[in-house]
């Protein structure tokens, strides 16, 4: 794993390790369903005739944690 940033969108932020995958294309973010972190960061609406939530895909920034001062 790699160092920790906090994932940030309009709707909420959580913080995850950064690992750069070769199957993750430049400009994405994966980060799994699962954790229930990543419903802060998504749009709650759904599929109207399928009920399917809108938990797949929303715009995020990743933010380094600034550096401690001594």
């Known amino acids: 794993?790699?160092?920790p940033v906090t994932v940030r969108s309009r709707r909420g932020e959580?913080?995850?390790s950064v690992y750069l995958a070769p199957t993750v294309q430049r400009g994405?973010?994966?980060?799994?369903?699962?954790?229930?972190?990543?419903?802060?960061?998504?749009?709650?609406a759904?599929?109207?005739?399928?009920r399917q939530?809108?938990?797949?895909?929303?715009?995020?920034?990743?933010?380094?944690?600034s550096p401690l001062r001594t």
């Open 28 to 44: 994405q973010v994966f980060v799994p369903m699962h954790y229930k972190e990543v419903n802060r960061l998504t749009h709650s």
């Open 53 to 65: 939530p809108n938990y797949k895909a929303c715009a995020v920034a990743l933010v380094r944690p």
């Open 46 to 50: 759904f599929d109207p005739h399928s």
């Open 1 to 3: 794993m790699g160092d």
């Open 14 to 16: 959580m913080t995850a």
